[in-house]
């Protein structure tokens, strides 16, 4: 009677043993991954979009439209955060919790910005960031005003030769960035000098241009509507290859002066992103740039998607610090800290 009892018991705990082992398997494995049980419920709430550049300009543009969709997909908005200037934009990023709701633009202005800084970042330019996905690349062209006498990139030569350091131009990018560098190629190259006026974004230095207290710029997009209102007139594009929608515009490798402006505009976290969050953001980047709606609204702004995933992204960050470090060295850039975000 005891040996049927056990038998019994024995029986009624295995059976009870085996409808647990899914179970308990199941649990060893969110035990193993403690992040896969957060995957489903991100983002719960509002995702922060700090951008580097001010409101109105391009990417501004660009990231609201984006932004409309990403809502569309994961049903929490984005919300754009507008903070221009060297570092700032980058700083707040790096600063925030790496909780999936504070992410921005990343690229190459904030590994230039390691290099300058006399007393340091308080964070790594690569690995102090968890490097989500390229988003966008744009056609950057050199403009004039409608009624300069620079018809011709010839024009602007022969004008700077005459007069050196009189010819004025203006980027978007600061000393020592993005169109910066490009252009001064350029002058050592055609034997000028050129006199260099940076600006905190597209918008302002359009307007100079227009107001005529510069004689041309280096801008992307943003500069087109102008082109087409009559006020501005494009000179020549600073990209691999003629847009195939204006093909008459030379670029200037084509003239002989073999510089053009790659850049990648992409987004980025704080570091010790949670992997999850990481792999959803990245598949609804690239989700969204491949939706037709979008795709027009990037060749109608002079912009192109550059998709790429998290993990060549990061490759390319790595790649692209010593570069930095090269232009750095080569223009003496040097600047302090700023000031860190307000909490």
Excluded at 211 to 216: E, L, S, T
Excluded at 242 to 266: C, D, F, K, M, S
Excluded at 316 to 328: C, D
């Amino acid at each position: 009677m005891e040996t049927t009892v056990k038998l019994a018991c024995l029986t009624a705990f295995s059976q009870r043993l085996v409808r647990c082992v899914p179970f308990l398997a199941f649990a060893a494995w969110l035990s193993l991954v403690p992040w896969a049980a957060h995957a489903q419920t991100y983002p719960a709430r509002p995702v922060k979009m700090v951008l580097s550049f001010p409101a109105g300009g391009i990417t501004d543009v660009t990231f609201r439209r984006i932004g409309e969709r990403f809502q569309a997909i994961t049903g929490q908005p984005m919300v754009l955060e507008n903070r221009p200037g060297r570092g700032v934009a980058a700083n707040s990023i790096a600063m925030a919790e790496p909780d999936g709701y504070t992410i921005g633009i990343v690229g190459r202005s904030h590994l230039s910005l390691h290099h300058q800084l006399r007393n340091g970042l308080p964070y790594q330019p690569v690995e102090g960031f968890t490097w989500v996905s390229g988003i966008t690349s744009s056609w950057f062209g050199l403009y004039v005003s409608a009624t300069s006498p620079y018809k011709t990139v010839q024009d602007i030569i022969n004008a700077a030769k005459a007069k050196p350091d009189d010819v004025k131009y203006g980027t978007a990018f600061g000393h020592g960035g993005l169109a910066h560098v490009p252009m001064e190629d350029f002058s050592r190259l055609a034997g000028i000098q050129l006199l260099h006026v940076p600006y905190k974004g597209d918008n302002e230095s359009v307007l100079q241009l227009i107001r005529g207290d510069i004689d041309m710029i280096v801008a992307g997009g943003s500069a087109m509507p102008f082109v087409q209102d009559g006020k501005l007139r494009l000179v020549a594009w600073l990209n691999g290859a003629r847009h195939p929608r204006l093909t008459q515009i030379p670029t200037l490798r084509e003239l002989g002066y073999p510089v053009e402006i790659n850049a990648i505009v992409g987004v980025g976290g704080p570091r010790g992103m949670n992997p999850a969050h990481v792999a959803l953001l990245e598949q609804t980047f690239k989700r969204i740039l491949e939706e037709k709606e979008i795709l027009e609204f990037l060749d109608r702004n002079y912009q192109k998607p550059d998709f790429i995933a998290s993990a060549p992204f990061t490759e390319w960050a790595r790649k692209q610090l010593p570069v930095e470090k090269r232009i750095v060295d080569r223009f003496n850039l040097q600047m302090e800290l700023p000031p860190a975000p307000a909490k």
